[in-house]
């Protein structure tokens, strides 16, 4: 595999990737100020990242979104509230003159993760159903791929025990 993401021509590398270290920034927490600091950042990325790919509205031109790689529609949207989406925008993706302004509640950010993660569930049950498209199909079947979504429904019944979240467990 490539060192960075960005490298990886096949998308549902960067897709699996991206739902492993969403659920690994969501589940630890560190003992280190500084660790916390930095997880709390890249969860509010993640956060922001599979909310836009899972909402199927396109930002911008080239966005990935989830119904780019299924072959029918189902709405798998997730929620974030509007504080977070705005602490999100102004206080981790720029720097402005907002930041420090705003707070959340922590239960805002547990709403959100669970919100996304629910999100991540039904996307792999669709595609273990075969509701992929076509044209994606084939990438799929790469090893990469399957190591990784391999260690994302791992992740995904370890988070499901560590939060009591037995409605959304998934095969493995």
């Excluded at 021509?9 to 492993?20: C, H, I, M, P, S």
């Excluded at 969501?26 to 890249?42: P, Q, Y």
């Excluded at 990469?144 to 493995?172: A, P, Y």
Aim: charged share 25%.
């Amino acid at each position: 595999m490539e060192d960075f993401l960005e490298d990886n021509a096949n998308l549902w590398v960067q897709v699996f990737a991206e739902f492993e270290t969403f659920i690994y920034v969501s589940m630890f927490e560190a003992n280190n100020e500084m660790l916390r600091k930095i997880f709390l950042e890249s969860k509010r990325i993640h956060i922001r990242m599979l909310y836009d790919f899972f909402s199927n509205h396109r930002i911008k031109e080239d966005d990935l979104i989830s119904s780019d790689l299924l072959s029918r529609p189902v709405d798998l949207s997730a929620s974030i509230s509007g504080n977070l989406r705005i602490l999100i925008n102004k206080s981790t993706a720029h720097l402005t003159l907002a930041r420090g302004t705003i707070s959340v509640p922590d239960s805002d950010y547990i709403d959100a993760i669970k919100s996304i993660f629910i999100s991540i569930c039904h996307f792999i049950k669709e595609i273990d159903q075969g509701n992929v498209n076509e044209t994606y199909k084939e990438d799929l079947n790469d090893k990469n791929v399957m190591g990784l979504k391999w260690t994302v429904k791992r992740l995904i019944h370890r988070f499901t025990d560590l939060n009591q979240m037995s409605e959304v467990l998934i095969e493995s």
